[in-house]
């Protein structure tokens, strides 16, 4: 209770399975009494793209142009565009960061990634030499929930799509690691659209019956041999 908690959810539709999982999870998740803010990238029209509109005012070195380096720069003067500073505001708040979606070509969907792309910025999330354990978002949870299309059968380590850690390899340890913030078991829901509606249900139910414990689970081991092993 009293935990604050970040959805961010990236469905175009409210009617999708997706859509289904997110409001189980803020209906289950207030009534625990945590605070739930959700993000939802395309209500928003979450703009994806890491271009120079990330920057108010002069640039660090106009003559040829360094996201990684304009944006930390402003950073540290407080010079990113509105909607980065929210995002960043809601991240600083949050004891928890769920990430809500469709699995894309092996990863997140690109509005998804945009965001990791344009709000987990130098200075904020990360520093010079402060990564993985030392990362700036310490203290913090992530849990990345997500359908598919290809069954578990298929994301198993001798199935044609290889095990499931591997797509998990990135957003995992190279996001959320990287950046300090500890890792929860990710949810992921297999082909919810080639499933009975019965099956549908019962994975629905499983998330709001894995959420009412979240809060007593422990991190994974976040190291190599989690994935690879
Ligand atoms: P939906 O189609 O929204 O939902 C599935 C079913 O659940 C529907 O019948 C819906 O009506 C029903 N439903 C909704 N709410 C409820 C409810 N409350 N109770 C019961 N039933 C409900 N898949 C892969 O495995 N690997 C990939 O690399 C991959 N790449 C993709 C790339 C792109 C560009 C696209 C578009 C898809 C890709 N997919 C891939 C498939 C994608 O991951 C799946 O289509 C997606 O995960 C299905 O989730 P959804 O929420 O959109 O499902
Ligand atoms: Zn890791």
Not at 161 to 166: F, S
Request: glycine residues 8%; negative net charge.
């Amino acid at each position: 209770p009293g935990k604050k908690v970040l959805i961010v959810y990236a469905h175009q539709e409210p009617k999708s399975f997706n859509g289904a999982l997110l409001k189980i999870a803020v209906e289950e998740l207030t009534k625990q009494g945590c605070s739930v803010t959700v993000s939802d990238l395309y209500a928003m029209q979450f703009e994806p793209r890491a271009t120079r509109n990330d920057i108010v005012g002069q640039l660090h070195n106009p003559e040829a142009f360094n996201y990684g380096v304009e944006t930390w720069e402003a950073y540290k003067r407080g010079g990113l565009s509105k909607d980065l500073v929210e995002e960043q505001k809601k991240v600083q708040e949050a004891d928890l960061l769920i990430f809500q979606f469709p699995l894309f070509w092996f990863n997140m969907p690109a509005i998804l990634k945009g965001w990791m792309d344009r709000v987990l910025v130098q200075g904020f999330a990360y520093d010079l030499s402060k990564v993985y354990d030392g990362g700036l978002l310490q203290d913090k949870l992530s849990l990345f929930s997500f359908t598919t299309g290809g069954s578990q059968e298929m994301f198993s380590k001798e199935g044609i799509g290889g095990d499931i850690r591997y797509v998990l390899w990135p957003m995992q340890h190279g996001i959320m690691h990287f950046c300090g913030v500890k890792v929860l078991e990710p949810h992921i829901c297999y082909a919810p659209e080639n499933v009975s509606e019965e099956k549908r249900k019962e994975m629905l139910a499983a998330w709001t019956q894995r959420l009412k414990t979240l809060w007593k689970e422990e991190p994974i081991d976040c190291s190599p041999e989690w994935y690879f092993k």
